[in-house]
């Protein structure tokens, strides 16, 4: 079994309903278990600044699924709720994003994906909740926490738990 992290991100619709459906697509499909889910976050938008904030969370499962076979099966969530990855606007609205940050403590480079996520340490939305269930966890010899503590998450605020 190996233990695998996944960002999840959106801002068009209801998405923190959104991600309650698809964290359980995400485990049914990859025989995975959930060991951990952060809070959600309000986050302002990355790269393309001219849409509206984004609800950010991150996720640790167990799973079986080799790394290529887990990207395949959040792609195929993601085309669930929507997501055409090819005729998208690069960092723009979206209903849903799923990023496998890391995998057990894999170094991967192939065409389709790259482990750890090659951004990981630019992006305190996805820094804050991940330090949230994993503040300990080494990512590419690099501590959560300690990365986070480099960066500044201004503007990223959690949200309430939902009902």
């Known amino acids: 079994m190996a233990s695998a992290i996944i960002a999840l991100g959106g801002n068009v619709g209801d998405v923190?309903?959104?991600?309650?459906?698809?964290?359980?697509?995400i485990c049914g499909l990859a025989r995975a278990r959930l060991l951990a889910r952060s809070s959600d976050y309000k986050t302002p938008p990355w790269g393309d600044e001219q849409q509206p904030p984004f609800i950010n969370a991150c996720i640790e499962i167990e799973t079986t699924l080799a790394p290529d076979a887990l990207l395949a099966t959040l792609q195929a969530v993601e085309r669930k709720f929507g997501r055409d990855r090819a005729s998208e606007r690069r960092w723009g609205p979206r209903t849903l994003d799923l990023d496998l940050i890391a995998y057990d403590d894999l170094a991967l480079e192939t065409d389709a994906l790259i482990l750890p996520h090659p951004r990981l340490f630019e992006r305190a939305f996805v820094l804050?909740?991940?330090?949230?269930i994993a503040p300990r966890r080494k990512i590419g010899?690099?501590?959560?926490?300690?990365?986070?503590?480099?960066?500044?998450s201004a503007g990223i605020e959690r949200l309430a738990a939902r009902d």
Request: glycine share 8%; proline share 4%; aromatic share 4%.
């Open 16 to 25: 923190r309903a959104t991600f309650e459906v698809a964290i359980l697509d």
């Open 128 to 132: 804050v909740p991940l330090a949230e």
């Open 141 to 152: 010899g690099r501590g959560v926490q300690a990365a986070l503590a480099e960066i500044s």
